[in-house]
């Protein structure tokens, strides 16, 4: 089994608006409501190609009890820790040229929501192989938050992707995660300095295993990735259409999540990720496969041994 969590989850409302601008009044020409949160988007994904998986995390309020009610009607289970604080709502409002967010911190939690959370995810860990951790912090939780987590995880011998940015990666990868997934703002991030080469990358990445990473997976877009572990692999990917690129990092660590739990060989979980993102890329609908399509484009993706 795979246990997602997802500590900030949200309601993730989308306002389709052709002419927005500043300061006039609106009114939405169409309007979506999802559960939200990265580790919800890892999921729905995993569902969607037939995972055993349960989420879990900390929600509260009506709004925990709306994500709750439709992941239900999507048919996923969850097993989230209920508190009194009430789940942030983020918003995006679409239009013909840009998209505005705005994006709820959600109120703190008590010492105790999180002493309860930690006992129920305990006991999910116990049921799993596999556990993803996804997504930003809420707010007052201590950046390190996620390095006790993995190391909870660790001492049960089970793995852990983190996917996380910020202060909370740094910290989060001295648990010693068994994956983690940055993207090229996120090593900047880890440098301090731009990216413009794969001896930066590299060298963000030793950063990245010198603290506690185990295996390190690079996401180039359009280019593919580089995995960093044992040895360095090119994950080369098929030119697609791209439709929407939101949500593709969180298939692409649903992809290796399945591939964990399924016992595939090492080049078949970096293909199986990929894929997942590319089929994520071609849908306008965030956290959403097609498994046909995700089967055809890992059979055009190739892995090689790369020396850098």
């Not at 246990?3 to 500043?22: C, G, H, M, S, W």
């Not at 202060?167 to 880890?190: A, C, H, Q, R």
């Not at 259409?241 to 090492?266: C, M, P, R, W, Y």
């Amino acid at each position: 089994m795979i246990t997602t969590v997802t500590l900030n989850p949200a309601i993730d409302t989308r306002y389709f608006i052709e002419d927005f601008k500043e300061g006039r009044l609106f009114r939405a020409e169409k309007t979506i409501k999802s559960p939200g949160g990265k580790g919800l988007n890892v999921t729905k994904v995993l569902r969607q190609m037939g995972a055993d998986v349960v989420a879990t995390g900390i929600i509260g309020g009506k709004n925990g009890e709306w994500i709750q009610e439709n992941l239900k009607k999507m048919d996923i289970k969850e097993e989230f820790y209920v508190s009194s604080a009430e789940t942030r709502v983020c918003i995006a409002v679409l239009a013909k040229h840009s998209e505005t967010e705005i994006l709820e911190s959600g109120e703190e939690l008590t010492d105790s929501d999180l002493r309860a959370f930690e006992k129920k995810l305990m006991e999910l860990v116990e049921k799993s192989d596999v556990i993803t951790m996804s997504g930003s912090l809420p707010k007052g939780m201590d950046a390190g938050y996620y390095q006790k987590l993995v190391e909870l995880v660790n001492r049960k011998g089970k793995k852990v992707i983190l996917d996380t940015s910020g202060k909370s990666l740094l910290e989060g990868v001295k648990g010693k995660p068994y994956l983690i997934k940055p993207n090229f703002d996120e090593l900047e991030y880890v440098l301090g300095e731009s990216i413009d080469g794969r001896d930066k990358i590299k060298k963000a990445v030793e950063k990245l295993k010198n603290l506690g990473a185990q295996n390190v997976l690079v996401s180039l877009g359009g280019e593919g990735a580089i995995y960093f572990g044992e040895e360095i692999l090119k994950i080369t990917i098929p030119k697609i259409k791209i439709h929407n690129t939101v949500g593709s990092g969180d298939s692409s660590v649903a992809g290796f999540a399945k591939g964990l739990d399924d016992g595939l060989e090492l080049n078949e979980i970096l293909k199986l990720s990929m894929a997942c993102g590319m089929s994520n890329a071609q849908s306008m609908e965030t956290g959403r496969v097609i498994p046909e399509d995700v089967k055809e484009f890992m059979e055009n993706i190739t892995v090689e041994v790369l020396k850098i």
